[in-house]
């Protein structure tokens, strides 16, 4: 008989979220399209604590739409909606930036 893996143990990401929930991602899990609308990969995972590059907390809002608090200096560039992460991408509806 195979050993379990403890679901504490198991990796989450992003797109599967509940809300209410809080986690922690890397900046580079966002994008900006050519309006500076913001996206967010769910494929990118999430962690209980930040750490090193992890710093930017996520949640989800409702409806798979997604709030984010970076805490770190990341900056970004706009990327077109032929990006290739477009199709894993969800709506920012909330963005709070420590450096602001």
Known sequence: MNAKLPAAKLERQIKHMIPGEVWWTV????????????????NYDVFDTPGGTVDTEVWLVADGRYGVRHTGNHR???????????SASLPVVEFHTDDA
């Open 27 to 42: 900046p580079w899990a966002i994008w900006a399209d050519e309006d500076m609308n913001l996206w967010i990969n769910g």
């Open 76 to 86: 970004w560039r706009r990327k077109g909606s032929d990006h290739a992460w477009a």
